[in-house]
């Protein structure tokens, strides 16, 4: 059924794209209600229940600058979605018996035992108790960019805490941390990791490390009119989403920032992903439930030990809880602070709005990308979760 269904009204959708099958106009009907009325930038929603789609919608303007409108191919850079995909490839690993959560990291990766981190586990990584959520090296954006120097540079790095007695968001440290451990143990970046094990072989239009070749489609970032105060830049959120500096975020018209052709082109497996869509609800779609008839990537198991809470409340050192809850690399439901459908929904999060998840119980692949970041109150992803819980019943 097309998204213009006879019970709904045409004014409402007719700046949207795309289709909702029957028993899920209610989402395009959020989906409409949630794009900007002014037209700077605009977004996509997808969802697969039991591997099959359900719902794929677009909508605004991919470009404000030429005005170019988004279309069903259109993809944008979903900031800290990057760690919900590697994450995704981790527990393969450890479902195939090549990676073990509770093993040290330098089993995988010996130099990383230097200055005290023997003991790190992978674990400690995926729930942000490693003790490295920021670098201490003075790193040029370059060699942010170059994968090697910033890996170095956590070999060499002792951790603020004991290792597994505190937490702190490894903003982007989460993506290198986890990404060597992927590298060492199968010989590929998680970007082109992940575009073997699901990306190409499902025609998913999801990367780590964009293309050139796929540059034409994406939607330049937006930045909020009316952004979000940021601390100064010793503060240590500030010190671990520009890595001391290095980059400008979110920096979408900064030589140094997340817009980047050159940043979007390297691979930061937890910050710079960029997806369509449909890309990232297939997937979540494929993990917890397999996609169109294809058995599922990660097994009920596999689910239950990514979903069991590991770290919640105040975090290191100024004891801020931001209402947050992790699994084993996703965040686990936990509204308002992160909105899905239930205890066993696995997924991530990232700046400006979007959001993907599975859930192996409501059979369900779901995914919001945008372009537009919003500042504070910014409740597109839950109003759309929202709508898709009252379709599921």
């Known amino acids: 059924m097309t998204v213009d269904d006879n019970e709904r009204g045409w004014a409402r959708i007719m700046r949207i794209g795309g289709w909702a099958g029957e028993g899920f106009g209610a989402v395009a009907d959020a989906f409409a209600a949630v794009l900007p009325e002014d037209g700077r930038g605009g977004g996509a929603v997808a969802l697969y229940v039991d591997g099959e789609p359900v719902v794929d919608l677009w909508g605004g303007t991919a470009d404000v600058r030429t005005g170019r409108a988004w279309e069903p191919e259109t993809a944008a850079l979903v900031f800290s979605c990057a760690k919900g995909i590697t994450s995704l490839l981790v527990h393969h690993l450890v479902q195939e018996g090549r990676v073990d959560l509770d093993a040290p990291v330098a089993r995988y990766w010996p130099e990383f035992a230097a200055a005290g981190k023997e003991d790190v586990t992978v674990r400690h990584v995926l729930t942000h108790r490693a003790g490295l959520p920021v670098v201490d090296a003075a790193l040029t954006f370059e060699d942010?960019?170059?994968?090697?120097?910033?890996?170095?540079?956590?070999?060499?790095?002792?951790?603020?805490?004991?290792?597994?007695?505190?937490?702190a968001y490894h903003g982007l440290t989460f993506g290198w941390l986890a990404g060597e451990v992927i590298r060492r143990v199968t010989g590929s970046t998680p970007g082109a990791y992940f575009r073997e094990l699901l990306g190409d072989p499902l025609g998913l239009d999801t990367w780590i490390g964009l293309p050139a070749a796929e540059f034409a489609r994406l939607a330049p970032l937006e930045e909020p009119t009316d952004p979000?105060?940021?601390?100064?830049?010793?503060?240590?959120?500030?010190?671990?989403?520009?890595?001391?500096?290095a980059l400008e975020f979110p920096g979408a018209d900064?030589?140094?920032?997340?817009?980047?052709?050159a940043f979007l082109a390297?691979?930061?497996?937890?910050?710079?992903?960029?997806?369509?869509?449909?890309?990232?609800?297939?997937?979540?779609?494929?993990?917890?439930?397999?996609?169109?008839?294809?058995?599922?990537?990660?097994?009920?198991?596999?689910?239950?030990?990514?979903?069991r809470e590991q770290t919640s409340g105040p975090s290191w050192p100024d004891g801020m809880d931001f209402g947050g809850r992790w699994g084993s690399g996703f965040h686990i439901d936990a509204p308002p602070a992160?909105?899905?459908?239930?205890?066993?929904?696995?997924?991530?999060?990232g700046a400006g709005g979007n959001t993907a998840f599975g859930d192996d119980e409501f059979g369900v692949g779901f995914a919001f990308v945008t372009s537009r970041m919003v500042g504070l109150g910014d409740d597109r992803a839950e109003r759309l979760v929202a709508a898709v819980r009252g379709c599921l019943g």
């Open 254 to 261: 900064s030589t140094h920032g997340y817009g980047t052709p």
């Open 144 to 167: 942010v960019l170059a994968w090697t120097p910033v890996v170095e540079t956590l070999e060499k790095q002792a951790p603020l805490w004991e290792p597994g007695s505190a937490h």
């Open 266 to 307: 390297a691979e930061v497996p937890a910050g710079n992903a960029v997806s369509t869509a449909r890309g990232l609800a297939g997937a979540y779609a494929a993990a917890a439930t397999g996609l169109h008839g294809l058995p599922r990537l990660l097994t009920r198991e596999t689910v239950t030990e990514a979903v």
């Open 338 to 349: 992160w909105s899905a459908l239930g205890p066993r929904s696995f997924g991530h999060d």
């Open 228 to 245: 979000v105060p940021m601390p100064g830049p010793e503060h240590l959120l500030v010190r671990a989403l520009t890595m001391n500096g």
